[in-house]
């Protein structure tokens, strides 16, 4: 099972028995929130909202209850605008995060889905150290029927970004999607590296409307939240792509990097297909699990 089946079975199972919001439902909730990932201080958290609702509202239906938590957990996620900004021409999405996240892929399918939009699309293949990167956004590009630019393996990351700017301008493209190298940095080099970018944007583009997406592997779980920390204090984040949120019971982490970070969802993606990523939607969201 998917971790939307997982999570909708526990706390079914939660609710089944259900006779009355006692103490002992609200810490079995919890353990169950923390088994799927929240982490304890968001799990916690929302207990205690969920608590002082059903205490201040006077709960008792087991539907009543339900529905205020998930009220509780759609409203921990709301901490910014979960669309994409492309409202100039060219508009800027830098991809960022580590090796193996989906980066590429995430890539292939959003631009396939802006082409759908009638927007034309650039893919900027700035990640010249991993061997074989630019070929295999090469290839997502086709599948997407969009555009690319790129260099030779191992050429300065900042001069395919000024090509792919170039080309932009020349070619009136809509958007340009670009991969960065998801090499472990230290935040030193990382730091360096998408000042470098952001300042050749600036210079190029400027007061072009700029999204910096960090990619995360859902099943990575809490290791995914230590990931989102350390990026958000070197690259100014303005959204997460949630990655493998289909197979796994960990995606309970969208609430914690939201809470935590405040840094919105903005596509989950939930499936292999090119059409598997989704824009971020929280209410459909606990609306699928609980």
Known sequence: MGFFDKLKKITTNIFSGFTEAD???????????????????????????????VRKEKLHDQEEVKAALRDVLVEMMEVGDTGLDTST??????????????????????????????KRVLFCAADTFRAAAADQLQIWAERAGCEIIRQHEGADPGAVLFDALQAAKARSVDVVLCDTAGRLHNKAN????LAKLSKIIDRECPGAARETLLVLDATTGQNG???A????????????????????????????????????????????GIDDLRPFDA???????I
């Open 225 to 227: 939240l230590i990931q």
């Open 23 to 53: 103490e002992a439902f609200f810490e079995e909730l919890e353990e169950t929130l923390i088994l799927a990932d929240l982490g304890m201080d968001t799990a916690l958290e929302a207990v205690e909202k969920l608590r002082t609702r």
């Open 283 to 289: 209410r459909a969201y606990v609306e699928a699990i």
């Open 229 to 272: 920390r350390t990026f958000k204090e070197t690259a100014g984040l303005t959204g997460i792509v949630l990655t493998k949120l289909d197979g796994t019971a960990k995606g309970g982490i969208v609430v914690a990097i939201a809470r935590e970070l405040g840094v919105p969802v903005k596509f989950a993606g939930v499936g292999e």
């Open 89 to 118: 021409q060219p508009s800027v999405v830098l991809f960022i995060g580590v090796n193996g996240v989906g980066k590429t892929t995430s890539i292939g399918k959003l631009g396939n889905q802006l082409k759908g939009q009638g």
């Open 190 to 193: 990382l730091m360096a590296e």
